[in-house]
């Protein structure tokens, strides 16, 4: 794996995937081989991140044991992006390494303005499709723009761990691997059983005064 600070054009690059024990692993690799080219590189994140008492935080906790300085953009209650901040934080950051995160396998509103300003401004960005590997897999809407992606297999299948890495950069002599040999689901099958589950629970959760 290696990084390089300019994104190439997307529009031939060839995805290559590497197993990895978690998206918490995938995610620790990326800052460690970024740190190597900015060692005093600072990483922005999102301003909700998830925590728990059993596991940590997957985001933050691989931050702060790369020992790497960072700072917080902001989100409104929808968990979507403050573009103005963003863009503030950025340009008050050289070299700054930019999280995305998909929440719960939904997309930022204003996702392809976000990465088109990105690409724009050379800045590296990484996304986080931890929750997100079936909205990348099967309808192609996002893990696809930035430099790298990871994502979680446990959240989406019945495995006790595993993680994907995938590196959207252009590389040549690279096989690339397919992240399916080993993962025998229908996993179209599963997408549209979560769809038709999250579409069943808005339908009965929507006249709840209090929930939106």
């Not at 060839?14 to 990483?43: D, F, G, H, M």
């Amino acid at each position: 794996m290696g990084i390089t600070k300019i994104a190439e054009n997307k529009k031939n690059a060839q995805r290559t995937w590497e197993y990895t024990n978690s998206a918490r692993e995938a995610w620790s690799n990326i800052i460690e081989e970024y740190k190597k080219l900015y060692p005093n590189a600072k990483v922005l994140l999102p301003s909700y991140i998830g925590w728990s008492a059993n596991e940590g935080s997957g985001i933050f906790d691989s931050v702060k044991n790369a020992g790497v300085d960072f700072e917080f953009y902001s989100l409104d209650k929808y968990l979507n992006t403050d573009i103005s901040d963003l863009k503030n934080k950025v340009k008050s950051n050289e070299n700054c390494l930019v999280l995305l995160v998909h929440y719960f396998g939904f997309i930022d509103d204003k996702y392809s303005e976000i990465v088109e300003w990105l690409n724009q401004e050379k800045t590296y960005y990484i996304e986080d499709c931890a929750h997100a590997w079936l909205t990348d897999l099967i309808g192609g809407k996002c893990g696809r723009n930035g430099k790298y992606a990871f994502y979680s297999l446990h959240k989406i299948l019945p495995l006790s761990k595993g993680g994907l890495l995938v590196s959207n950069q252009i590389e040549e002599a690279v096989e690339n691997l397919n992240p399916f040999v080993s993962l025998n689901y229908d996993l179209l099958n599963i997408y549209n059983k979560r769809r038709s589950n999250y579409q069943y629970l808005v339908k009965i959760l929507k006249d709840i005064d209090g929930i939106e």
